[in-house]
């Protein structure tokens, strides 16, 4: 589903984010990608949704690659991999609904298939209570699960988080969590950018890949037991 | 739908900006539909004048009035030529003295007559231009009997000189006018783009089409090149009444030029948005 070949990627002249990346993520697949903040994580999720390219090597995500993939594709691959971000980024003047409504909107769903697919999206994050509450109103938690349900309004095959629970108390982090595992269950291949190593101890079947300084140094499906 | 009603928004959120925006483009329109009533009016004046183009020749004195007779047949033959008229000496001060009676005495008193006898060619329809009458008045010329040849040359250049004057003003006003226009309309895009960064960011995110993010915008661009156009037209009209009623009388241009302008205007609003648009969409990244 995902694919790094050898990429290297250099943010202006010298600074180099990555070097010599190579890995995959099979569908279906849940993965924690961590290591010291700079050391690449943000970078790979970036290149995974084409936000950027690399300097040198080749990004595939389902069939696009990112030596080929011109400007006019890059919605369609965005449809098809979901982007959860630390800081949540909801619109302050919408509600709960209203958020995730405009994802739907902007892709092109009309109007009246919406409210249903709305309701739809908020009862499986398990929001559906909350729907008309304006983002100030919600706790992290919930604002973070409303951000999750707006990145699935385009039934991703790919979702990416970029420590989704680095805001949240261990109570909020555990239950977006474990929202993630379901969505993981259902078929979606899920990679999580974080740096929480209690969370990842306390997940040993989720698959582990560590990065310092833009190469990895650690990879748990290669790594003998 | 949703376009208009975003770039309605978009106007609420900048209103002096857009104010500006509309005034800008009205105000370059303005000068153009000034300036294109006038050359209208001049345009009227000139085909009046050209219909009153005529060759004047005037004959030497003791020429046999024969010869006079025979070349008479001759110009009249020319195609640009629709009649030619003798007016002999006699006549000639017959006439003077009929049109310029504060003369009459001095014309009563004379004893040689002083006016020269004349053939008056008039032109024929399409032929009434400063160039035909030039070809006309030159072969005229050539005749040894002819004196003299005139055919209000100056007046008429002048008059078509005044119409490309006209026109080459109003272009570069209004085209200094319209940049400006372009200019403002595109930091009111930029600044509708800017207060709706994390929106597009989002959308962008969520795999929203290019066109769907831009189309606000350029509704936006299109709506405030309207209102410009049709304020433009409004006071254009205004000071058309005006002029009309107190200075002198004038038409109003044909409709269908409003339509245009008006058509311009919108495409010239919805040019500078794309212009605006494209460059700053480019820079707003989902990360």
Redesign the interface.
Known sequence: MIKLNSVAKAYGRSARALDDVSLHVAKGEMVFLTGASGAGK?TVL?LV?M?TKPTQGEVRVSRFSSSRIR??E??????RV??V?QDF?L?ENLTAAENVA??L????TPRAKAGPRVQKLLAQVGLAARARSYPRELSGGEQQRVAIA??L??EPLVLLA?EPTGNLDERASSGVFDLFRRINASGTTLVMATHDAELIRRNPDVRVIELENGAVVFDSATAAP | MRSVREAVAGFGRAPLLGGLSIGSIAVSLFIVGLFAVAGHNVDRALSGVESRVEVVAYVRDAVDEELVGLAVAEIEAYPEVDEVTYVSKVEALYRASQELTEFSDVFSDLEVNPLPASLVVQLADGSRTPDAAERVAERIEGYDFVEEVRYGREWVDRLYRLRRVVGGGALLLGGSFAIGAVLLIGIAVRMAILARRREIAIMKTVGATEAYIRRPFLVEGLLTGLLGGLLAALLTYGAYRIVDRTLLPLEWVPEWWVVVGLVFAALLGMAAATRAVRRELKRIDVY
């Open positions: 943000t970036r949704h936000q400007r006019r890059l919605p369609e691959l965005r449809r979901g982007f971000f980024r619109l405009f994802a909107e902007c892709t092109g707006r990145a309004a385009t970029d």
